[in-house]
């Protein structure tokens, strides 16, 4: 599998990113500007990727330094199932430091409470009835899990909703040369709970934990189904 560069006028060699499981992903640098960018495969839709573009529009205004998207020479978001963004710099964030991200990520949730929700993508609390949407599909589960799943969503019901980056780790925050905070893979960004980004912060309660890792099981069955077994037995 290999990305098709050409199509954003790229001609480099490829280096692969470890990291990533459920997506290839691989860094190069652009001849033309010497900017370094990186290719990731997708199973997002072309208005999947539109509608992040607007998100991260926003957790730009907030203070994020997000990976933007780029376009292809076709004006396009994604070729032959994989984007391009830029590739940002600096040193990742340790455990201790996500605490610090609390005043950005809030501020986010609250620029984004009345954004709509993700295409093909559905929440926590919308799966409380429906079987399937973005990455989870309930009907390849156990009905015995699916039940504990729901009921761990329906204890959360009438909390705070807005778009979550939902996949919120040290991995995943970058201290930028210029003292910034860099947040990338947006890739399973949704509207859904908030809390299922700060709990991630250490804010958390024993019910509010229990709906992450609901979320983590589901979201994961297919994807990485020896994780979701093993975060399973906890709930």
């Not at 290719?39 to 330094?65: C, D, H, M, P």
Request: with cysteine; glycine share 6%.
């Amino acid at each position: 599998m290999r990305p098709p560069i050409e199509s954003w006028g790229v001609q480099a060699d490829l280096v692969p990113l470890l990291g990533g499981h459920r997506n290839r992903a691989f860094r190069t640098l652009g001849t033309a500007s010497e900017e370094a960018f990186v290719f990731k495969s997708t199973r997002r839709s072309a208005a999947a990727l539109s509608w992040l573009t607007e998100v991260q529009a926003i957790a730009e205004n907030v203070g994020f330094v997000v990976p933007s998207l780029v376009r292809s020479w076709a004006g396009n978001l994604i070729e032959d199932g994989w984007t391009c963004e830029l590739f940002l710099k600096g040193t990742h964030f340790s455990a201790h430091d996500l605490p610090s991200l609390h005043p950005h990520i809030t501020a986010f949730h609250a620029a984004t409470i009345d954004f709509p929700q993700r295409p093909g993508f559905v929440s926590s609390q919308d799966l409380i009835e429906q079987d399937r949407g973005g990455d989870v599909d309930l009907r390849a589960m156990p009905p015995s899990l699916v039940a504990r799943c729901r009921k761990s969503w329906s204890a959360m019901s009438g909390q705070r909703q807005a778009v979550i980056h939902g996949d919120i780790n040290p991995g995943n925050l970058i201290r930028c040369v210029d003292g910034r905070t860099a947040l990338i893979d947006w890739d399973e960004c949704r509207r859904d709970l908030v809390l299922f980004d700060t709990a991630m912060l250490g804010d958390c309660s024993e019910e509010e934990q229990s709906a992450r890792l609901a979320w983590e099981v589901a979201c994961s069955w297919q994807l990485e189904p020896d994780y979701a077994r093993r975060i399973a037995s906890s709930l």
